[in-house]
């Protein structure tokens, strides 16, 4: 299930699109946080609930590796939208380190904001494992191998591939990165190892917060001007008037893009899972207000708030109706 928003006036200009992925245990309803930022610059935002996310079919989610495939539909379906300029990407947590595994692949994508991507789902597991208890490394092992056969048993994935910092060795595209400073979840030098691998151009911010703090709003218009920019640059169109009084924050890092010689390949082929077995709808599309205030968001099994909810689950709303609000 997906919805696309689009700014209410001039609702069929071709503009330029960002794809928001979200994170575990959460749905498209986690996209509604930063629509107002999007929509002011005239981007579109579309959102998609993971296969077994939301209202999206499916029994397990492989915190990025098949829903990387899910991703690959979506780009195929807005690339055939003569609507569509250019395309980045904005995820957070899973849908982050989904990004890092799409981008990987040469797709013309023209930037990609990652907030708190892993490096590796097998540390990220063992991290969480040796933050409740000290377990010895024998039985550390012993234990993650027996969760690596269930999850390769039933969910088709071996969460040793599951690497995203690897897969950043081969992503051209500019991007910028962020993390959370108390993030015990995803511990901060996730995020960094993924930002010394990443091949393209990329900045690093940090903000106080956990895992699922609600993202400070300067960090969210930092984000949105980024992707502005980077987006109707790919796309050769002119710049909004509301790019021109935006002043960049310095990041705490930085870098140019790697040579081509410096990529390496990834540890394993990727999987392609068949097309016929991902159903997905391309039907909903909404016109809004870029200054309409977040839609309130109900209880659902997956969104209990406007962030990433890792661990907590419910189920999200239908957006099925049409919305057009003049700007």
């Known amino acids: 299930m997906c919805s696309h928003f689009v700014p209410a006036k001039s609702s069929h200009a071709k503009r330029p699109c960002v794809v928001y992925l979200h994170g575990n245990c959460s749905s498209r309803c986690e996209s509604y946080s930063v629509l107002p930022f999007l929509l002011r610059h005239g981007l579109t935002v579309f959102s998609l609930d993971f296969s077994g996310s939301g209202l999206s079919d499916g029994d397990y989610i492989s915190l990025g590796w098949h829903e990387e495939q899910d991703l690959l539909m979506v780009l195929e379906h807005l690339r055939k939208d003569p609507c569509v300029a250019s395309v980045g990407l904005w995820g957070r947590s899973m849908g982050a380190s989904t990004a890092v595994l799409r981008s990987s692949h040469g797709e ?14 097998s540390l990220v597991a063992k991290e969480l494992v040796q933050s409740f208890c000290r377990v010895p490394n024998v039985l550390l092992n012993a234990g993650l191998n027996t969760l690596r056969s269930e999850v390769l048993s039933k969910a088709d994935f071996d969460l ?21 400073e108390d993030d015990t979840f995803v511990q901060p030098h996730h995020t960094r190892s993924v930002y010394d691998a990443w091949a ?7 903000f106080t917060g956990g895992h699922n703090a609600p993202r400070p709003e300067w960090f969210l218009q930092e984000a949105a001007r980024f992707l502005a920019q980077q987006l109707y640059q790919a796309a050769a169109l002119q710049a909004p008037a509301t790019l021109r009084g935006c002043h960049a924050r310095e990041p705490i890092a930085s870098a140019p893009r790697k040579s081509l010689q410096t990529a390496v390949s990834h540890r394993s082929p990727r999987k392609q899972v068949p097309l016929a077995t991902k159903g997905r709808c391309f039907g909903c599309r909404r016109n809004v207000d870029a200054n309409e205030k977040e839609a309130p968001r109900s ?9 990433a909810s ?9 957006i099925s109706s049409q919305r057009k609000v003049s700007l």
């Not at 013309?108 to 789902?121: E, G, H, N, R, Y």
């Not at 393209?200 to 940090?206: D, I, Q, R, S, V």
């Not at 890792?310 to 239908?318: D, I, L, V, Y």
């Open 108 to 121: 013309q994508l023209a930037a990609c904001v990652l907030d708190t991507p892993f490096s590796s789902l």
């Open 160 to 180: 040793h591939d599951l690497e995203p910092a690897e897969f950043a060795k081969k992503a051209t595209c500019p991007a910028l990165l962020a993390f959370a």
């Open 200 to 206: 393209g151009e990329k900045m690093l911010f940090t």
């Open 299 to 307: 209880a659902s099994p997956s969104s209990a708030s406007t962030t």
């Open 310 to 318: 890792e661990g907590e689950g419910s189920s999200s709303p239908p």
